[in-house]
Each structure stands twice: as structure tokens, then as C-alpha cells.
């Protein structure tokens, strides 16, 4: 409606359409996980007409455009974003994701990525030896490796240590196989170490009733006996033997 000084005058109604602006309706949140897992991201948005979706990455003060792999464009049609099994160096990378639609572009906050690294047990083999021998080699084993990693190709530096008190004197029993960290090193696991232990078993030791002869008549001789089988120095004058065996014979003394 218009007013003049000669009067007024009603124009007919007019409609007036506005196009939505594009805006955020959720943020990406941080995602915290462990090696060997995938890495999600997600947001939400809305605006008039097709809205394109472009994710981007930061490793430190720079963001770039965040390529899918084996997809080649430049912008991807996804409110989603999937990271397949990053690696720890992926660890702190910040993500955020621009929306473009027909009424501009706007980005998301920020999301940071934590990775954690995953949990690798090196265990110390168990160990058998006879008292006197030398140490058999002390080995550890693996268990926990992900992705289908192994030895060869999970980045592994150095190696764990190994002790025992153990010895060629030490006597039977069990003893502890000590297993440390060594110079064992990993970006993306992170170590347990399990103890084994090393038994040390009897050495054989041979008792022979030495062969004996006499004359028709006589008196028996004195039956004696000879030892084979001592280690480490050990002899019949020196050992932990206790008592003696017993000598007999079917034969008589006349």
C-alpha cells in the first residue's frame, strides 16, 4: 500500500522466495582409535540445491583437499568419511569437511584424529637343559599383530632382551627367563612382556658293580663300583651324591 498527498493505492500481493542458505547441522567429532581399526568421520548439513561435500585434511598448519582413495575427484558427494586403517603417523591429523550448494559454502568445525598404538605381547619361550649342559638359545614369540602384519613388515626396530640366571652349575629346578624391552621399538604397538622359564633337569649318571673273580673257595672279594656321567668337574669325591648303592651277589663266600 502507497500514500501521497492524493491518496493511496493497494498493489496486488507479491510472493518473494528466498533460497536456503547452505549451513552446518553437525559437526565431525573427534574419533579416537586404535591401530589396525578404521577412522570415521560424519556431518550434516543443508542448502538449496545439490550440495557438494569436500573433505579436508590437516597435518599441521596447512589443510589440503582430502583425495578418497581410488576415487579421483576433487569433491566427493559423501557427508562421510572413511579412513582405512590409518597408522600411527596419522596420529593428531585434524579433519573438517567444506559444503558447497547454490547459496555458498560454509566448513565444518574441525575434528581431531587420535590413534592409539595397539597392544603387541612378546612372550619368552619355555626352556629345557640337563644339569652341566650350556644354555639352550633363549627365543620369544609374537602374539597380537593386526591387519595381517608379522615380523617382516609391521616396522618392528630392534629386538627385546633376554636373561637368566641360569648356568651350567646352576642345579635342578626352574628358574625365570627375563624378557625386557631391549632396543624394541614400534610407531604403532605398544609392548607386554611375559616371563618364561627355564627347567633344569638331571644329568645321567651311570653306577657299574665292577666285574670281579675268585678262586674256588675263597672268600668273596670286595665288590666296588664305578661312576660315569659327572659333569661340570663334578667326581665321586666331589658331588651331592648322598649315601651308596648297594652291592650282593648270588655267589658264596666258600
Known sequence: KATAECGSATSDAVEVYMNAPTRILGNPVPVSITYGENAQFAIQAEGTGSLEYQWQESKGDFWADYIVE????ASQPQTELQISKPTAANSGNKYKCVVRGLCGSVSTDEAVLVIQKAPLTIIAEDKTKVYGEENPTLTYRFEGF????????????????????????????????????????????????????ITV????????????????????????????GFVRGDKIDRNDLVGQPVLTSDGKDS
Not at 581410488?70 to 575427484?73: K, N, P, R, S, T
Not at 666285574?211 to 673257595?217: L, R
Open 70 to 73: 581410488g576415487v579421483g575427484a
Open 146 to 197: 593386526v591387519q595381517g602384519e608379522d615380523t617382516d613388515n609391521s616396522g618392528l626396530i630392534g629386538a627385546p632382551k633376554l636373561t637368566t640366571k641360569v648356568d651350567t652349575v646352576t642345579g635342578v629346578g626352574e628358574n625365570i627367563i627375563s624378557i625386557d624391552t631391549g632396543d624394541l621399538a614400534s610407531a604403532n604397538y605398544s609392548f607386554n612382556f611375559v616371563n618364561g622359564k
Open 201 to 228: 633337569e638331571k644329568a645321567l649318571l651311570t653306577i657299574t658293580a665292577n666285574d670281579k673273580s675268585k678262586t674256588y673257595g675263597d672268600v668273596n672279594p670286595v665288590f666296588d663300583l664305578s661312576y660315569s
